[in-house]
C-alpha cells in the first residue's frame, strides 16, 4: 500500500512538473512573441543578387524596417534552383529572425524535379503571406506569326498538329516555369514543339526575337516591353484570369485549352515551429509593406497588383500548387538529378 502511495505520488509531482514545463513554455514564447522582433532579421533570398525577387526583397525589407523598428539584412544564397537558400531557412531557430523568399520553383517545382530535396516544402515552413502572382504570358516571334497567320491559340494549335516538329518553343531552362508551361501546353492541347533550354530567360528572349525559336512561355513582367513594343505577338495569358497589364488578352482557358492555370509566384516563409504570434505579427508588417506606394510600384512593375493576404491563404495555396506541379513534371518525364 505504501508502495502504491508512493507510486501516486511521484505520478503526480511528475504532472505537476510536466504542466508547470508547459506553463513556463507558453509564457516564455508568448514573451517572445510580445517582443518581437528584439534583433535583426535575416531574409535569404534563394538566389542572385540584382534579379526581380532580390529587388522585391530589399525594397519590402526597407518598409517593414519602418514598420517593426528593426533591421532587415537581405542575404543572398544562389544554388541548386533555389534549393540551397532555402534549406537554410528551413533549418533555422523557429524564432522570427530567420525568414526566406519562397517562390513557385522551391515550393512546389522543385520537389517534383529532384530526387533529393534538402527540405520538405509542406512541412518545414510556415508560410506568412504570398507577395506576388505574376501571369506566364504566350508569345511568338512577330515574323512567324505573320508568315502562318497565326493570331490566336487556335490558329497555333491548327499549325502545330500540321507542323510542330519544325517548331522551336524556347525556355530560360530545364524544369523552369517557361519549359513546364510549354510541356503542359502540349499535353492540353495535343500538339509537338521542340524545347530549346537557354541558361535563362534573357537569352530564350533574344533566340524569340531573333527566330531561332518561335514560341515561348515568358514571364508577363519580362515580356511586356516587348508586347507593347510590337515585338512579340502575346496570344494568351496562361492563368485562369486575365491580367490587368494585358486585359485585351485571353486566357489559355478562354481559347480552348482547358484546365491551365500557371504562374509565378513567390511569398515570406519563416521556419517550422515559429510562433503563431510572430507569424501574424509578420502577416502584418508585410501586409502593410504592401500598402506602401514604393512597394506597390515595384510590384506592379513585375506585372503583380496581388492584394494582401493571411498566412493561412498562402499555406493553402501553396499546398495545392505543390500538387498540381507534381501531374505537371511527371506527365512531361522530367527530371534533374
Given at each position: 500500500?505504501?508502495?502504491?502511495?508512493?507510486?501516486?505520488?511521484?505520478?503526480?509531482?511528475?504532472?505537476?512538473?510536466?504542466?508547470?514545463?508547459?506553463?513556463?513554455?507558453?509564457?516564455?514564447?508568448?514573451?517572445?512573441?510580445?517582443?518581437?522582433?528584439?534583433?535583426?532579421?535575416?531574409?535569404?533570398?534563394?538566389?542572385?543578387?540584382?534579379?526581380?525577387?532580390?529587388?522585391?526583397?530589399?525594397?519590402?525589407?526597407?518598409?517593414?524596417?519602418?514598420?517593426?523598428?528593426?533591421?532587415v539584412i537581405v542575404e543572398n544564397?544562389?544554388?541548386?534552383?533555389?534549393?540551397?537558400?532555402?534549406?537554410?531557412?528551413?533549418?533555422?531557430?523557429?524564432?522570427?529572425?530567420?525568414?526566406?523568399?519562397?517562390?513557385?520553383?522551391?515550393?512546389?517545382?522543385?520537389?517534383?524535379?529532384?530526387?533529393?530535396?534538402?527540405?520538405?516544402?509542406?512541412?518545414?515552413?510556415?508560410?506568412?503571406?504570398?507577395?506576388?502572382?505574376?501571369?506566364?504570358?504566350?508569345?511568338?516571334?512577330?515574323?512567324?506569326?505573320?508568315?502562318?497567320?497565326?493570331?490566336?491559340?487556335?490558329?497555333?494549335?491548327?499549325?502545330?498538329?500540321?507542323?510542330?516538329?519544325?517548331?522551336?518553343?524556347?525556355?530560360?531552362?530545364?524544369?523552369?516555369?517557361?519549359?513546364?508551361?510549354?510541356?503542359?501546353?502540349?499535353?492540353?492541347?495535343?500538339?509537338?514543339?521542340?524545347?530549346?533550354?537557354?541558361?535563362?530567360?534573357?537569352?530564350?528572349?533574344?533566340?524569340?526575337?531573333?527566330?531561332?525559336?518561335?514560341?515561348?512561355?515568358?514571364?508577363?513582367?519580362?515580356?511586356?516591353?516587348?508586347?507593347?513594343?510590337?515585338?512579340?505577338?502575346?496570344?494568351?495569358?496562361?492563368?485562369?484570369?486575365?491580367?490587368?497589364?494585358?486585359?485585351?488578352?485571353?486566357?489559355?482557358?478562354?481559347?480552348?485549352?482547358?484546365?491551365?492555370?500557371?504562374?509565378?509566384?513567390?511569398?515570406?516563409?519563416?521556419?517550422?515551429?515559429?510562433?503563431?504570434?510572430?507569424?501574424?505579427?509578420?502577416?502584418?508588417?508585410?501586409?502593410?509593406?504592401?500598402?506602401?506606394?514604393?512597394?506597390?510600384?515595384?510590384?506592379?512593375?513585375?506585372?503583380?497588383?496581388?492584394?494582401?493576404?493571411?498566412?493561412?491563404?498562402?499555406?493553402?495555396?501553396?499546398k495545392k500548387e505543390l500538387e498540381?506541379?507534381?501531374?505537371?513534371?511527371?506527365?512531361?518525364?522530367?527530371?534533374?538529378?
Amino acid at each position: 500500500m505504501n508502495n502504491y502511495k508512493s507510486h501516486l505520488i511521484k505520478s503526480f509531482n511528475l504532472a505537476c512538473l510536466g504542466l508547470t514545463l508547459s506553463l513556463s513554455n507558453s509564457l516564455a514564447l508568448a514573451d517572445e512573441a510580445t517582443n518581437y522582433p528584439e534583433k535583426v532579421i535575416h531574409f535569404v533570398v534563394p538566389y542572385p543578387p540584382g534579379g526581380p525577387l532580390d529587388a522585391a526583397a530589399r525594397q519590402l525589407g526597407e518598409r517593414i524596417q519602418e514598420t517593426l523598428g528593426q533591421n532587415v539584412i537581405v542575404e543572398n544564397k544562389a544554388g541548386a534552383g533555389g534549393n540551397v537558400g532555402l534549406a537554410s531557412v528551413a533549418q533555422a531557430k523557429p524564432d522570427g529572425y530567420t525568414l526566406g523568399m519562397g517562390a513557385v520553383a522551391t515550393m512546389a517545382i522543385n520537389p517534383w524535379l529532384y530526387k533529393k530535396m534538402p527540405f520538405d516544402p509542406s512541412k518545414d515552413f510556415a508560410p506568412v503571406m504570398l507577395l506576388s502572382n505574376v501571369p506566364n504570358v504566350l508569345i511568338l516571334n512577330k515574323d512567324f506569326s505573320a508568315e502562318h497567320e497565326i493570331k490566336d491559340v487556335k490558329s497555333l494549335v491548327a499549325y502545330l498538329s500540321q507542323h510542330g516538329d519544325k517548331v522551336n518553343y524556347g525556355s530560360g531552362g530545364n524544369g523552369s516555369a517557361g519549359h513546364l508551361a510549354g510541356e503542359l501546353f502540349k499535353q492540353r492541347a495535343g500538339v509537338d514543339m521542340l524545347h530549346i533550354p537557354y541558361q535563362g530567360a534573357s537569352p530564350a528572349k533574344l533566340a524569340l526575337l531573333a527566330n531561332q525559336t518561335q514560341v515561348m512561355f515568358d514571364n508577363l513582367a519580362s515580356a511586356l516591353p516587348q508586347i507593347k513594343g510590337g515585338e512579340v505577338v502575346a496570344l494568351a495569358v496562361t492563368t485562369a484570369d486575365r491580367s490587368s497589364f494585358l486585359k485585351d488578352v485571353p486566357t489559355l482557358e478562354e481559347d480552348g485549352i482547358d484546365n491551365f492555370d500557371i504562374s509565378t509566384w513567390f511569398g515570406v516563409v519563416s521556419p517550422a515551429g515559429t510562433p503563431e504570434a510572430i507569424v501574424e505579427k509578420l502577416n502584418k508588417a508585410y501586409a502593410e509593406a504592401m500598402q506602401d506606394q514604393r512597394v506597390q510600384t515595384q510590384m506592379r512593375n513585375m506585372g503583380s497588383d496581388l492584394e494582401p493576404g493571411t498566412a493561412a491563404d498562402f499555406s493553402n495555396y501553396a499546398k495545392k500548387e505543390l500538387e498540381k506541379y507534381k501531374e505537371v513534371v511527371e506527365a512531361a518525364g522530367i527530371g534533374l538529378d
